[in-house]
C-alpha cells in the first residue's frame, strides 16, 4: 500500500517507472529527489548556504541516530567530515534547521516512512561509507541502539548498509555487543542475528583480566591440568550458591552423565598412570561423582536451561567424545553413550518445567565452537575459550555481579531469539531418540565371535 501511494504522488509529477522490476527503487529515488527539493527551499529560508550533498549528509545522520537535544544534534554533525572541524554555531545552525524539518518526539527526528530513511542512509553511505563508525563514536547508547537498527534494516536491501553494519560491529566492540544481541532478540531480523553472530564470535570476547584465569598447560595426569582441578573446586563452591543454570556448551554438561559413564570414563584413565597421577585423578573424578548426584535435586530446586547443538549430539553418539570440552574424556562404549541420552531424555520428561534443553544448528551460533560458560544464578560463572576443536586456552571463574549480569544477558537474549521448536521438549526427546537410534551397536569380542555357531547355508 505504502508504494501504491508512492507511486502515484509520482504519477501526479509526471514521473514514468521504466521497468517493474525496478520500480522499488525508482520510486524511493523519485521521492528523494523530492524531498531533496524540500530540503533545499527550507535551508535557504534558514539562511544555511550548503550544497545538496551537505543537507543529504545531514538529514541522513537525523535518520540514522535522532538526537534528543540541540547539543547532541550539534555533536553528532561532528561526524560528517565536512563539519568536523566546524565551529559549534555552525553546528548548531543546521541542528536547528533539522529541528523544525520533520515532526516527532525528538530534536532530531528521521525521514519517514521508514523506507525511504533505509534509502537515504544507503545512498550517503555509498558515498560516505565512513559515516556510520564516525556516527557510532559520537552517539549516546540511545542513539546507537537506534543507528543499530536503522543499519540492521538498510543492510536487507543494500549492500552499502551491510557493509557499515560490519565495519561498526568491528570497530566498536565490546560496546556495541549488548546492543547488537539485544536488537537480534526483539527483532527476529536475520540481519540482526548475523550481526549478533559476528559479535559473539569475535576475538574481542576473550576473557578479559576481570576474570580469574588458569594457566591450563600445568598437567598432573594424562588429559588433566591443575587448572582444571582449581576450576572443579570453584564449580563446587559456586554450586552451594542458590539459583538457577544456565549453560552454554556445544555438548551436554558433564552432570547430566549417569554415574556409570563417569566411573568407566575414570577407570579407563587410571589405567596405566602412576599413583601421582592417579590420586589427581581421583580427586577430580570424586568432585565429578558429586555433581552428578545433586544435579538433579539442583535441577528440581532452581531449574535448568542449556544450549547445545544437533550436531554436538551426533559426534558424540559417533565418536564418544564432545566437540568442545575435552572432559569428561571419550566414552568408549557405545551403550553407555546410550544410557547418558537416555538419561537426559528421563530428566527431560520427568522434570519438563525444570530442565529446558535446545538444540541448534551450530552455524547458528559460532560463539558455541570456541567459548562455553555456565551461570549460577546471578552470582556465579564459569567458562572456557576454546583455541582449537580439542583444547582449551583458558578456563576460569568470575563472581564480579557485572560480569556474571553481562553473559546472564548474552544468555537470555540468545535463548529468547531461539524458534521455539528447538526447546520444544516433545521434539528434542524426539530429536535425541533419533540419535539412540543411529548409535553404532556395539561389537562382539573376538571370542564371542569364535563361540558363535555356524549358520547353515
Known sequence: MLFIHMAALIALEGVGIEAPHSARDQILKTILEREARYWDRTARRAKLDLDPALLRRAVAVATLAGARNKSEAAALLAAVPDWTDATGGARRSVARWLERLYPGPDWLNPLQPDLLGEKLVATVLEELPELARAVLQIATDEAAHRALTVLTRAARHYEAGRAALSDVLDANLPTLASLAITLAARTGDPFAHEARNNVLAAPQWEPSPQFIQYDGSDEVAPGLTRARLELEVRIAIGEELPGKRLILKDGL?????????????????????????????????????????????????????????????????????????????????????????????????????????????????????????????????????????????????????????????????????????????????????RAIRHCPRQPRSAANQEAAPSRRI
Open 253 to 433: 554438561v558433564n552432570a547430566s552423565e549417569p554415574e556409570a559413564v563417569a566411573i568407566q570414563v575414570r577407570d579407563s584413565h587410571l589405567a596405566g598412570v602412576s599413583s601421582g597421577q592417579a590420586a589427581a585423578l581421583h580427586s577430580y573424578y570424586e568432585a565429578r561423582l558429586q555433581r552428578i548426584r545433586r544435579f538433579e535435586e539442583l535441577v528440581q530446586s532452581y531449574g535448568f536451561r542449556a544450549i547445545s547443538s544437533l550436531q554436538a549430539i551426533d559426534e558424540f553418539m559417533a565418536t564418544g567424545s564432545w566437540p568442545v570440552d575435552p572432559f569428561p574424556g571419550v566414552v568408549q562404549d557405545p551403550l553407555l553413550r546410550r544410557a547418558w541420552i537416555e538419561n537426559v531424555i528421563r530428566l527431560l520428561k520427568e522434570h519438563p518445567r525444570t530442565f529446558k534443553l535446545a538444540l541448534v544448528d551450530r552455524q547458528a551460533c559460532p560463539l558455541m565452537r570456541r567459548a562455553y560458560w555456565e551461570i549460577v544464578g546471578d552470582r556465579c560463572l564459569f567458562f572456557g575459550v576454546v583455541v582449537s576443536l580439542a583444547t582449551t586456552c583458558a578456563l576460569g571463574h568470575s563472581f564480579a555481579p557485572d560480569v556474571v549480569a553481562i553473559f546472564l544477558g548474552i544468555f537470555e537474549d540468545l535463548w529468547e531469539a531461539l524458534p521455539s521448536s528447538s526447546h520444544d521438549t516433545r521434539l528434542v526427546v524426539a530429536r535425541l531418540e
